[in-house]
């Protein structure tokens, strides 16, 4: 849950990186800015943020398929089988696996296309790249609601504190004077 939010962060982050390289340019850059020009070193530092952004994403969900399938396979040869976490820890693997196979490809090509023009000028396309950027930000909501259940659920039902808060709560002995 961690690393996502995290991952969100560095997301939003990376989006004012070339404001804050061209707002107090060192002497070295500010020639190199000076010889391509401000507006596009700005194109160019934008394109080089959304890469690495998008790169960040596809390296997390590689990681989150790993931990899913992982997570999939302790619940499903657990001992104690229970129907709830398995369901919690399948639901948030196919979530992923949408994000990975289903929007985040479409949300490269696309963001590669709209960052420099004509599709950074075009409506139809900055609209798409915000559409598919809202699906992908909900399935994460969703992905991390659930996460939080299943945390919600392993603490209460597998911590060590309330097994032994069973055990001891029971009268292990009873002594009868005689």
Same mark, same amino acid.
């Given at each position: 849950?961690?690393?996502?939010?995290?991952?969100?962060?560095?997301?939003?982050?990376?989006?004012?990186?070339?404001?804050? @390289?061209?707002?107090?340019?060192?002497?070295?850059?500010?020639?190199?800015?000076?010889?391509?020009?401000?507006?596009?070193?700005?194109?160019?530092?934008?394109?080089?943020?959304?890469?690495?952004?998008?790169?960040?994403?596809?390296?997390?969900?590689?990681?989150?398929?790993?931990?899913?399938?992982?997570?999939?396979?302790?619940?499903?040869?657990?001992?104690? =089988?229970?129907?709830?976490?398995?369901?919690?820890?399948?639901?948030?693997?196919?979530? @992923?696996?949408?994000?990975?196979?289903?929007?985040?490809?479409?949300?490269?090509?696309?963001?590669?296309?709209?960052?420099?023009?004509?599709?950074?000028?075009?409506?139809?396309?900055?609209?798409?790249?915000?559409?598919?950027?809202?699906?992908?930000?909900?399935?994460?909501?969703?992905?991390?609601?659930?996460?939080? @259940?299943?945390?919600?659920?392993?603490? @209460?039902?597998?911590?060590?504190?309330?097994?032994?808060?069973?055990?001891?709560?029971?009268?292990? =002995?009873?002594?009868?004077?005689?």
């Amino acid at each position: 849950m961690g690393c996502s939010v995290l991952l969100g962060f560095l997301t939003l982050e990376n989006f004012r990186s070339p404001n804050l @390289v061209l707002s107090a340019p060192a002497p070295a850059e500010a020639k190199m800015i000076a010889k391509i020009g401000e507006e596009e070193t700005r194109l160019l530092l934008r394109h080089l943020a959304m890469e690495q952004s998008r790169s960040y994403l596809w390296l997390w969900e590689d990681a989150q398929i790993g931990i899913g399938v992982l997570l999939v396979l302790i619940f499903a040869l657990s001992s104690q =089988t229970r129907w709830f976490p398995l369901i919690m820890a399948l639901s948030m693997l196919i979530l @992923v696996l949408f994000q990975h196979f289903a929007i985040l490809p479409e949300i490269i090509y696309r963001g590669r296309e709209a960052d420099f023009p004509p599709g950074n000028a075009s409506f139809s396309v900055q609209a798409r790249v915000w559409a598919l950027g809202q699906v992908y930000g909900g399935a994460e909501v969703v992905k991390l609601l659930v996460c939080g @259940v299943l945390a919600s659920y392993l603490f @209460v039902f597998y911590a060590p504190t309330s097994r032994s808060r069973r055990r001891s709560s029971t009268p292990s =002995t009873i002594e009868v004077d005689g």
